[in-house]
């Protein structure tokens, strides 16, 4: 099993020698870079695991490096971790914000950080059946690129949509009522109607064509994808 890689981003020898040393012993391969420049060229040449990301770095700064990371389909899926010594509330919001998955503040236990690595890439690892394409009677879907076929052509799909065949599609067979599906779409505080969901079925059924037969009513209940 291949080593997974770790990026370290950060203009301080002394804390990439600190993180290095850390993370080779603990098992990972690590890359460094001292500025934003070479950060983003690893991170799409090198395709590493996860990134541990300096705030303050020369030239690109290190939230513009996360912003144009998180932005890019090759690389908008790598976990960021935020390093910096700004404590203030509004730095780690705005980092959050871009697309930052985690942030450690300096001065940072080393076991404090990768206790924070591991967890980020178990979560990856989890996610992984869900990044993958679901294909199922002549529908297939594609999670990272958002992208749904009928017989191998593509149907254009609102957001809201998507995330529904996608809640019905994970479970065939299995009946969702409509405020499970909001709850998995939107989250269990959005407000909703029934009709709401019955529109948004609706138009889901006639934009999927012959596979629209498969989104079956059950009365007075809800949904289901037919297996």
Do not use: W
Request: glycine residues 6%.
């Amino acid at each position: 099993m291949s080593k997974e890689t770790i990026l370290i981003v950060d203009d301080e020898e002394d804390i990439q020698e600190l993180l290095k040393f850390n993370l080779v012993k603990e098992g990972y391969d690590v890359l460094v870079a001292g500025n934003g420049e070479k950060a983003l060229e690893s991170a799409r040449n090198k395709n590493p695991q996860l990134i541990v990301l300096d705030l303050m770095l020369p030239g690109i700064d290190g939230l513009s490096v996360c912003k144009k990371l998180k932005s890019e389909p090759k690389t908008a899926s790598i976990p960021i971790v935020m390093l910096t010594a700004k404590g203030e509330e509004s730095d780690i919001v705005t980092g959050l914000e871009i697309g930052a998955d985690d942030y450690v503040t300096k001065p940072f236990s080393p076991k404090v950080l990768i206790a924070r690595i591991r967890k980020l890439l178990r979560k990856t690892i989890l996610h992984a059946e869900e990044k993958a394409a679901i294909k199922i009677h002549e529908l297939s879907i594609d999670t990272a690129r958002y992208e749904v076929l009928v017989k191998n052509k593509k149907v254009e799909l609102t957001y809201t949509e998507f995330n529904i065949l996608l809640a019905l599609v994970r479970r065939p067979g299995l009946v969702l009522t409509r405020y499970r599906i909001v709850d998995a779409v939107r989250g269990s505080d959005y407000p909703v109607t029934d009709r709401a969901v019955d529109v948004q079925i609706v138009s889901l059924r006639k934009k999927l064509g012959s596979c629209g037969k498969y989104i079956e009513t059950i009365r007075g209940v809800g949904y289901r994808f037919k297996e």
